[in-house]
């Protein structure tokens, strides 16, 4: 059964880091690419970054470009997602999504809580 | 960035209602759409992708459509299960991937 677990979310202060933490199972994680979508309270889905398979590629969204890093290590199954400079805007949902194919998010995780404020 | 815009936002229905979301790209986007259903306090679901494809485990009562710019989403007889909200994603434009708004299905 594919799994996603994301940890590592908690309140933090303007300006602080975070990071973030999805554990993968029940696939081969190493031939997956892999996102990070966030979802603010009560608003709608925002894709924030993603990472190949071998993370070659690496993308992020103008709002957190500058900010945010992606990364993984294959031989752990596990995406990461650190957190620099954040802002109250920030504060949301976090979920790691496997891409089956042609940016189809088929697995998501439960997510995880970001808040920032002080 | 491709802008998605879906109709209605919000929406009420039936149990056993027929039920159609619209989604429309503002520049072709071909069938590079997907379609997630999210209840509250849960994370998205991938219902419907590449416009018409059903994603493995979903009913058959949901289906999707069209290309281009114009698409839809249709429930062809409502469960209470499918109260939830729907999100379209267009998977064109990479990197700079894009969701609707949402439209949320209620109970009339």
């Known amino acids: 059964e594919v799994q996603l677990v994301e940890s590592g979310g908690g309140l933090v202060k303007p300006g602080g880091s975070l990071r973030l933490s999805c554990a993968a199972s029940g696939f081969t994680f190493s031939s997956y690419s892999m996102n990070w979508v966030r979802q603010a309270p009560g608003k709608g889905l925002e894709w924030v970054s993603s990472i190949s398979s071998s993370s070659s590629y690496i993308y992020y969204a103008d709002s957190v470009k500058g900010r945010f890093t992606i990364s993984r290590d294959n031989a752990k199954n596990s995406l990461y997602l650190q957190m620099n400079s954040l802002r109250a805007e920030d504060t949301a949902v976090y979920y790691c999504?496997?891409?089956?194919?042609?940016?189809?998010?088929?697995?998501w995780g439960q997510g995880t809580l970001v808040t920032v404020s002080s | 960035d491709i802008q998605m815009t879906q109709s209605p936002s919000s929406l009420s229905a039936s149990v056993g209602d027929r039920v159609t979301i619209t989604c429309r790209a503002s520049q072709s986007i071909s069938s590079y759409l997907n379609w997630y259903q999210q209840k509250p306090g849960k994370a998205p679901k991938l219902l419907i992708y590449?416009?018409?494809s059903l994603q493995s485990g979903v009913p058959s009562r949901f289906s999707g459509s069209g290309s281009g710019t114009d698409f839809t989403l249709t429930i062809s007889s409502l469960q209470p299960e499918d109260f939830a909200t729907y999100y379209c994603q267009q998977s064109y434009s990479t990197p700079a991937i894009t969701f609707g708004q949402g439209t949320r299905l209620e109970i009339k």
């Open positions: 590449a416009a018409s």
């Open positions: 999504a496997r891409d089956r194919g042609l940016i189809t998010w088929d697995y």
